[in-house]
């Protein structure tokens, strides 16, 4: 049985929770907060406070980092990988490379191992663009977000004047994703990539002309894109879109030799984002406890990991079952 | 440079020649055959008896058993890997524990590195059936192949009296696809599954309703699925059939809670099967050389491989660029 340990308790700590509660093999010994543990009500595992956590060393075999924001993971990650051996998501892009040498050295001093950006972007799309780029070298990669709700695109909507509450989604334009499927030289821009639907709540008596157009407008978010604007009522915003669903689908577009084309589409559709991500750090952390007990220490990416370490399978079940 | 030999010149084999002729990291030193190697025509590559393979040991890192069966495979295999490191395509379901075992055999004693069923299916396939079930526990996959050639269905036509030639293309029932995405509780059998359509070449004065009658009610191949037979001239086969088209999909579809659907699809499009598949063979062929540079011996697969040995970047390249 891999123990397992959950350091944070939002969304993303009770998705891998929940994942857990699915498996045989991996139990959630503990759930770190800096809240009062009295007050985090989790699935059913313990709940202890941060500041105990060293408390737990011996009894846990990772420790998933479930932090809210990547400073969370930043500051968390040398900290924790100290104690244990550790999986996180963080995904500001172009602050991976130093969060790798931080948390490479942290875990090669205390002899762990820190599994970094693994869930589905990063982590399984990024598994699917390196995949899809060796296997068919002649070609190009293109990622398509959605349709999913985008957090940071409906806390922009909220902030307009007169707007109570809204919820944005990322849509993928179909016709751009069947033209970069087919291999045509399509312009891949903001606009012909991705579509933006939003759902808003006005307050009684607000300008709905003014707050349309002050969303399709806002720079960054959605200037650069058609946006579509609709005014619902509170209870149909909860009704209808109180969920997280999220996916995309990478493509990988190419030719084997002239004239030759082939195409590579790995997609998702996600009902519950967090949850999802989750499953995937569950999995993530498997194959760490796994090459840590081999001895293994440092900072990986799931691009140094294998299918045997990440399936609760052995490679003999394996072979004979899903080859 | 990673120097490579291709083992077995049919139709995969020029399919790994093509693609190591798009890459700089790795070279086709030698084609072996059991033909007369005067009269086999490379892309470029020099071409040796097979005789002659012992001659090559120290001058090539992987090579790639191409053979054109699985019997061919299966004697091939543990000769090849007395000497080299290899690879190969062996889809023999059935046999494939016991392949592994023989390859690992002589694999071990000789101190080689033997990597089996490399392609897409199995293969590709192969990584998204265990992929899918690591990251998403409570759930179904399923197999879909086609739109494609199928060789074997083709060959059965072809022995129809009356038939001049024909070309059978498996498809996938889109409609069930759709409802296995959705997590609908659909029959799978043969004829929800998948549709046969044959274009069909017919003997002169031959009587067509009896080929047709022949071909959808012979037993195995075509009796148990919905089968369209279309007679077509000798000049629009060539024309329009004369491709060897391949794909399909593996979906995965489940819950990560009570209510919360996800479903992971990955698509092959393969403008044709044996491009393709060299490709995947040579790609699987870079990491065999890294890994067993690197001391690793016996027998394993792609499950047991990670992104970073696929790829030609270096790590810190694929977590820069990649994740």
């Not at 049985?1 to 045989?24: H, K, P």
């Not at 939003?198 to 650069?224: H, K, S, T």
């Not at 030799?257 to 949850?275: K, M, V």
Request: glycine share 10%.
């Amino acid at each position: 049985m891999i123990r397992v340990g959950i350091n944070g308790y939002g969304n993303l700590g009770r998705g891998a929770e929940l994942a857990l509660s699915q498996l045989e093999d991996m139990e959630c010994v503990v759930v770190f907060t800096r809240r009062d543990p009295g007050k985090v009500t989790t699935l059913g595992a313990p709940v202890a406070h941060v500041d105990e956590m060293a408390e737990y060393v011996g009894k846990l075999d990772v420790v998933l980092n479930c932090g809210g924001s990547a400073t969370d993971l930043r500051t968390q990650g040398p900290q924790v990988a100290k104690l244990f051996n550790t999986v996180d998501s963080f995904d500001t892009h172009a602050k991976i490379p130093e969060h790798f040498e931080a948390l490479d050295a942290a875990a090669e001093e205390a002899g762990t191992l820190a599994l970094i950006s693994a869930g589905w972007d990063p982590g399984l799309f990024s598994i699917m663009r390196v995949l899809g780029e060796a296997v068919l070298p002649s070609g190009s990669t293109t990622t398509f977000w959605g349709p999913g709700v985008s957090q940071g695109h409906s806390d922009a909507v909220r902030r307009v004047e007169g707007v109570a509450d809204a919820r944005q989604y990322t849509v993928p334009v179909e016709e751009t994703v069947q033209a970069v499927k087919n291999g045509e030289n399509v312009e891949l821009s903001p606009r012909t990539m991705h579509e933006r639907v939003c759902y808003v709540v006005a307050d009684e008596g607000a300008d709905l002309e003014r707050i349309e157009r002050e969303i399709v407008e806002m720079p960054n978010y959605f200037a650069d894109y058609d946006t579509a604007v609709n005014f619902v009522s509170a209870e149909e915003l909860a009704r209808e879109h109180g969920g997280i669903p999220h996916g995309g689908q990478v493509i990988r577009a190419g030719q084997t030799d002239d004239g030759i084309d082939s195409a590579i589409t790995y997609q998702l559709q996600l009902g519950s984002n967090p949850e999802f991500t989750g499953s995937v750090l569950v999995a993530a952390g498997r194959a760490v406890a796994r090459m840590a007990a081999r001895g293994q220490t440092g900072a990986v990416t799931l691009f140094d990991v294998t299918l045997t370490d990440l399936s609760p399978k052995s490679a003999a079940q394996l072979r004979k079952n899903y080859l």
